[in-house]
């Protein structure tokens, strides 16, 4: 079994930048691509960035584009989602996630089978 735990979520301020890590413990986490998503108060969980494993391409939601980076280690296992450039609309829960197959779609939440239990972000204006 793989867990994914989070962490470096936080208070900061609109403008401001926060580094996200994701590490995968229980066993070596070779699936077909990682991904960040996002759940704000009230709203659905949303896609945020992805990371296949075969080649390292990368996938941004619109909203982040520019602005967010996702990046592996696979010595360290680990994930991670630099943002910079921060708004209040990026505050929520962010959940880093893990798929084993390729489904065709890095966007849809049913693609991964893997959860991590999330980790807050908040930008203040």
């Known amino acids: 079994q793989v867990q994914l735990v989070e962490s470096g979520g936080g208070l900061v301020q609109a403008g401001g930048s926060l580094r996200l890590s994701c590490a995968a413990s229980g066993r070596t986490f070779s699936g077909y691509v990682m991904g960040w998503f996002r759940q704000a108060p009230g709203k659905e969980r949303e896609f945020v960035a992805a990371i296949r494993r075969s080649d390292s391409s990368t996938y941004y939601a619109d909203s982040v584009k520019g602005r967010f980076t996702i990046s592996r280690d696979d010595a360290k296992n680990t994930v991670f989602l630099q943002m910079n450039s921060l708004k209040p609309e990026d505050t929520a829960v962010y959940y880093c996630?893990?798929?084993?197959?390729?489904?065709?779609?890095?966007?849809?939440?049913?693609?991964?089978?893997?959860w991590g239990q999330g980790t807050q972000v908040t930008v203040s204006s």
């Open positions: 996630a893990g798929g084993i197959y390729n489904t065709g779609n890095d966007y849809r939440a049913s693609t991964y089978n893997y």
